[in-house]
């Protein structure tokens, strides 16, 4: 991207690239601080130069190193041509200078890989460092944070911003560097070398350049960015018709999707080509700025020519040089957007840095794993930014070895009940003990390492099916890992699958149905051992015999260990030690089932409805316990 000097054409390009690469709009929305009080990001990545100093000291000398190299071969020519112009021109003076030049050439090539590999090297550490520390932070986050906040946007913080900022630690400071070392030392040796008065000449429409540059490069970006918005709007169209292809075409939407398809392909060339009519605008303003400080340069130079003032060399060494100024002037003028966007971006990666997890270890928490008795006492508990709370008056308990069910209406808290156990949320008003320690009272590490938990909406890893199950445990054997499956009764599945447990699950993989999922996810739990095990909703999509069979090896399996399922089946927790209805985040009910069945007419009702409905559904094969058939 550096160039000596030369033509800008071939630049040009190049000045799209850097307006695009760390695109970032917002950046652009407000202009008001736009100028020298943009500089302040540098101010603001002082810790990593200070950390990098050693690759910016090299990188910064060797572009001064450079400057000064250049300013040889203007200098040569001048030699020659007064030579020539003196008919004292040898032979051995123009091998002299050839040999130099190439020798120079030769140094500069490798004194260019040398800042490169400095200056690049360092902003990209910068990045790494930049990533590292916002995906751990990231990590640490609960799941309020990520309730709050879109995912596009924490994508765009880990993507653009960041490359933004990189953008400033690399091109940035060579842009600054560049203009300041190169464009000082051309400007100082036209002054003192050749002639101050034709400097100022020549120089009149140069700032018009660095303006047009700056201006320009905005507007590029600007719109740049809108035309990629309208296309990431085409991309997601496209996508979202594919996978809902079915449901276009049963409803007859073709047409309408095809129109609304054209108008956002006809959004996209308009955009595009609002970014081409400015790209346009730009090489011949550049062309016309350089052609009138040639000219200038040209014309007053050859008056002082004329005038016996200046000699022919030192004009030619002083239109080189002046060809040598433009690089200087453009990185001058792309120093103040890509630092006004390095400076957004800074700020917001550092506001979300700042942002506290909510969820944080006590400092005398325990190390020791969780486990013992599960004490409830929540007297009430709410969402955060909600006013209903979800959860009042939630006193319960189960010994350890013992299962609790919780049943109830979608949306009665069964759910919240799990999380806060989990501690994704902290109860706001009462709490939750495991073996006589609230669970605040844990590490949050040693309390999850305590609990495999099956989550309602399973979530499966574009990986083999073998490495989802052993997400939680990636030694587990073979053999292990198989006799989760086996109790998750997801086995024989597998094996009917073409690779087995190496076939690859998700998009580029096998297809795996509602109920393969669910049964993958809680072999996974299973496969920990866990002293504490969640089910939530976990056996919803699969029939009621399977789940008659989970549950069966689950007791088998679990002896002496804790068991929690939250079901919408009432099926899934017949056998539990203890089942809580829960409805509007309340217990109304609670004890064993043939308890509820005698005192809680809404368990009844639901039972019986639930029986009959599975009746149906499995063609009266029968569903109960006692009826149904070992699956395997
Ligand atoms: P269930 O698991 O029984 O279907 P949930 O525990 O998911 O019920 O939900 C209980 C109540 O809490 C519902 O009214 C739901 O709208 C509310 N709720 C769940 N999650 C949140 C959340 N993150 N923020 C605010 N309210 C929530």
């Not at 009080?37 to 910064?60: H, P, Q, T």
């Not at 994508?155 to 690399?170: E, F, L, P, R, S």
Request: proline letters at 3%.
């Amino acid at each position: 991207m550096k160039q000596g000097g030369g033509y800008p054409n071939k630049r040009n390009k190049n000045v799209s690239k850097v307006y695009f690469d760390s695109g970032n709009d917002q950046a652009f929305v407000s202009r008001d601080r736009e100028g020298w009080g943009e500089m302040s990001v540098f101010k603001d990545l002082w810790w990593f130069f200070r950390m990098e100093k050693r690759a910016y000291a090299i990188g910064i000398l060797v572009l001064l190193v450079l400057a000064l190299t250049h300013l040889i071969f203007p200098y040569a020519v001048r030699v020659v041509i007064d030579q020539i112009a003196a008919g004292t021109l040898q032979m051995s003076d123009l091998v002299f200078w050839s040999v130099g030049l190439l020798a120079v050439a030769v140094f500069e090539y490798g004194l260019g890989v040398i800042w490169r590999l400095q200056l690049f090297g360092a902003a990209n550490r910068l990045g790494r460092l930049l990533r590292d520390r916002l995906y751990r932070h990231y990590t640490k986050m609960s799941p309020a944070f990520y309730h709050r906040r879109r995912t596009g946007d924490l994508m765009a913080h880990a993507t653009n911003d960041i490359q933004a900022v990189v953008g400033t630690a690399g091109d940035g400071v060579l842009t600054l560097v560049d203009s300041i070392i190169s464009g000082g030392v051309v400007i100082l040796t036209m002054v003192w070398f050749i002639d101050w008065r034709l400097t100022l000449v020549a120089l009149i429409p140069m700032p018009f350049m660095a303006w047009a540059t700056g201006k320009y490069g905005g507007m590029i970006h600007r719109r740049f960015m809108l035309a990629q918005e309208a296309f990431s709007r085409l991309n997601d169209k496209v996508q979202e018709n594919i996978s809902g292809v079915r449901v276009i075409k049963a409803f007859g939407q073709e047409r309408a999707e095809q129109e609304e398809f054209e108008r956002i392909l006809d959004d996209v060339v308009r955009k595009n080509v609002a970014v081409a009519k400015v790209d346009a605008l730009f090489d011949p303003t550049i062309q016309i700025v350089v052609g009138s400080s040639f000219f200038l340069a040209v014309a007053y130079g050859s008056f002082l020519v004329a005038g016996r003032e200046l000699s022919l060399g030192e004009l030619t060494q002083f239109t080189i040089l002046l060809g040598q100024l433009i690089w200087p002037m453009l990185a001058f003028g792309w120093l103040f957007n890509i630092v006004e966007r390095g400076r957004a971006s800074h700020e917001r990666i550092r506001n979300l840095l700042s942002v506290e997890p909510d969820i944080t270890d006590r400092e005398d928490a325990s190390e020791v794993p969780a486990s013992g008795d599960i004490e409830v006492r929540i007297r009430s508990f709410t969402y955060p930014g909600v006013e209903q709370p979800a959860l009042r008056d939630i006193f319960t308990g189960i010994k350890r070895g013992q299962t609790l069910g919780i049943v109830g209406k979608t949306g009665s808290g069964k759910t919240t009940l799990l999380r806060l156990l989990l501690r994704e949320f902290d109860v706001t008003d009462g709490e939750i003990r495991i073996g006589g320690k609230p669970v605040t009272g844990y590490q949050l590490e040693a309390l999850r390492r305590s609990i495999g938990y099956v989550p309602q909406d399973h979530v499966l890893f574009s990986t083999t099916v073998g490495e989802n199950i052993a997400f939680g445990k990636p030694d587990a054997t073979r053999e292990e890992i198989e006799e989760a499956a086996r109790i998750a009764c997801v086995h024989d599945d597998i094996l009917n699958f073409e690779k087995g447990y190496d076939t690859v699950v998700g998009e580029r993989g096998v297809t795996l149905s509602g109920g393969q999922k669910q049964r993958i996810s809680i072999a996974r739990a299973v496969l920990l051992d866990p002293e504490i095990l969640v089910l939530d909703d976990a056996l919803s999509a699969v029939d009621g015999r399977t789940e008659h069979a989970i549950l069966t090896r689950l007791r088998e399996n679990r002896k002496g260990k804790t068991t929690l399922i939250a079901a919408h089946r009432l099926s899934a927790v017949e056998h539990a030690d203890l089942i809580v209805v829960l409805d509007e985040g309340r217990i109304v009910a609670s004890g064993t089932h043939a308890e509820l069945m005698e005192t809680s007419p809404w368990y009844r009702e639901m039972v019986e409805k639930q029986q009959l409905e599975s009746l149906v559904l499995e063609g009266g094969g029968g569903v109960g316990p006692e009826t149904s058939p070992p699956v395997s």
